[in-house]
């Protein structure tokens, strides 16, 4: 029995060893061959000897990579000239290809290329070793790429992009909003089809319940395969038991004062926006303070604020930052047609309870300083582009702070360049192709409604005209009116004159045009400039008396 321990004993110490020789190895095979991939792909012989434009393909078709392992070297191959510190790492072997891969792929995602280029004003400390000095943002995420595990490498970029992108969250938030659809349709067989694309907020939140409205499986659910549910299957399931709780049970959760699925956490002084280096975090995750301070009244989340010298807990729950029941109630009374924005269509219901003054900026939770706008305008507040002041129980005033319009001049100005008067001046430029393409549909549509309109209104000028000269024009027998004989001359014969019997077609539908005059009419008054239901075809005109 003491000789098989022994054994396992000596096994345990002498594997760990051998296997990370092993995957030093690797680490080493893979640097030799990405070395070779970039020889031979940025002098484009890829493209010109086996005719790939792609490098991920032509490493998949001509050599014996995994799809994962080529998507690595391709990007890694790809991106070297914008990342050499980052590449070099990864040639030499110094840092695994994979956390290469991802740090490239994610800066040249969030648009950090060139910031991660530009030297810090004092050269940061690498956290793995005090003797490496770090001169720019890429020579700091090798470090992690070398040392770090990878769920430390995505903090460190997700500290990264929160502090560069403050404000830029913000834009994020109005695009996503701006972009968001949902859409049910039952369909032939009787079930039903859903459709949307969600922001992220509310994906996050749809996520977490359906991962929490249905307990996970258990081992004896597998099937004779050893197979669990599947999880889109699950997600079915989880939807269908939060919908059916939401309707009937009074406990289930809601939209405000009840169940919340994220949580916030955060310093007063950071919440605030004083500069002291930290961040907020939402479920684990480093987020922007500009939407710390936005969510912070959002009932789908929890804050806890903390005194960050103290350590001493100034808010955990919403009793302070939401109203309650009655005071809710009585704002809604007051706002019963929902949001306060002007032409705002959104219920009550779906407004969230916007502080006129921050609550941590000691901004208190009362009816006078509450009011209750949409989660999109609630958003396009906290961009710091508009004012709002009440002016009554229900009733705001606001004004966009460069040109002074109201929010009633600024979504009837027919220029808007989206439905709910999202301005391009606060798109994201993440999401301006897509914002792009729904301005140009919405401007073509609105082209369109103008040129319907306009038409309409010249046909009822058009007939109101005829109606008028047929009004106007003599009667049946009477005694034309005599006209001078000099013949009128005209530059060029158009040819004979066009005794028409009947109104055209285009002048029956509102056309502006009316048929052409002869150019030398004969003695007497012609034919009416109206036809009337007296003339016929071949009839001869009117002659003098």
């Not at 991802?102 to 004003?121: C, K, N, S, T």
């Not at 007051?334 to 219920?347: D, F, L, M, N, T």
């Not at 229900?394 to 009633?408: C, M, S, W, Y």
């Given at each position: ?39 031979y ?15 991920r393909d ?103 992009c ?18 968001a ?49 599947r ?15 939401y ?20 310093d ?79 219920p ?43 002016t ?28 709910n ?125």
């Amino acid at each position: 029995m003491k000789a098989n321990e022994t054994d396992r004993e000596a096994q345990a110490a002498a594997l760990p060893s051998q296997i990370e020789s092993i995957a030093a190895q690797a680490r080493a095979h893979d640097a030799r061959a990405l070395q070779a991939v970039v020889a031979y792909t940025s002098e484009g012989l890829h493209k010109e000897c086996d005719g790939f434009s792609g490098i991920r393909d032509w490493i998949m078709e001509c050599f014996d990579f995994n799809a994962a392992t080529a998507g690595q070297m391709a990007s890694i191959a790809r991106l070297a000239p914008k990342f050499k510190h980052l590449a070099s790492a990864a040639l030499s072997g110094t840092a695994r290809i994979d956390a290469v891969a991802y740090a490239v792929r994610r800066l040249e995602r969030e648009g950090l290329a060139v910031h991660a280029r530009i030297p810090y004003p004092v050269p940061a400390e690498s956290p793995y070793d005090p003797s490496v000095s770090c001169a720019t943002p890429e020579a700091l995420i090798r470090e992690y790429c070398v040392h770090a595990t990878r769920g430390e490498l995505t903090e460190h970029l997700d500290r990264l992009c929160a502090e560069l992108f403050d404000r830029q969250s913000l834009l994020d938030e109005l695009s996503q909003q701006s972009l968001a659809w949902l859409e049910i349709n039952r369909r032939p067989d009787g079930m039903w089809d859903i459709e949307g694309l969600l922001t992220d907020d509310t994906g996050k939140l749809l996520s977490n319940a359906l991962r929490t409205a249905v307990p996970p499986p258990r081992q004896d659910e597998a099937d004779s395969d050893g197979l669990l549910p599947r999880v889109s299957g699950r997600n079915a399931e989880a939807l269908h038991q939060m919908v059916a709780a939401y309707g009937t049970d009074p406990g289930a959760p809601k939209r405000h004062g009840h169940t919340a699925t994220l949580n916030l956490t955060c310093d007063l002084a950071t919440l605030r926006g004083e500069r002291t280096g930290r961040l907020p975090m939402l479920d684990g995750r480093a987020i922007s303070v500009s939407k710390a301070r936005l969510l912070a009244w959002e009932a789908g989340v929890i804050p806890s604020v903390f005194d960050y010298s103290t350590g001493e807990a100034v808010e955990l729950g919403r009793a302070k930052r939401l109203p309650n029941v009655a005071l809710r109630h009585k704002l809604e009374l007051e706002q019963p047609e929902g949001c306060a924005w002007s032409g705002c269509r959104a219920p009550v219901s779906w407004t969230e309870a916007h502080h006129l003054e921050h609550w941590a900026d000691g901004g208190a939770t009362t009816a006078e300083n509450l009011i209750l706008l949409c989660r999109f305008h609630h958003s396009r507040i906290h961009l710091g582009r508009w004012t709002i002041e009440k002016t009554g129980p229900g009733k705001a005033e606001i004004r966009h702070k460069r040109t002074g319009a109201t929010d009633a001049e600024w979504d009837a100005d027919p220029l808007k360049d989206l439905p709910n008067g999202h301005s391009a001046d606060e798109w994201s430029p993440v999401y301006e192709p897509q914002l792009t393409d729904y301005a140009n549909w919405f401007a073509q549509k609105s082209m369109a409604a103008t040129i319907a309109e306009s038409r309409a209104k010249f046909r009822e000028s058009d007939a109101a005209a005829v109606k008028a000269c047929r009004m106007t024009e003599p009667a049946l027998g009477a005694k034309p009116v005599a006209t001078p004989a000099t013949p009128v001359v005209l530059r060029e014969d158009p040819g004979g004159p066009p005794f028409l019997p009947r109104l055209q077609r285009a002048t029956a539908e509102g056309s502006a045009g009316r048929p052409p005059r002869s150019p030398n009419p004969p003695e007497g008054s012609g034919p009416s400039a109206c036809p009337g239901p007296e003339e016929r075809p071949g009839s001869p005109p009117h002659s003098l008396a």
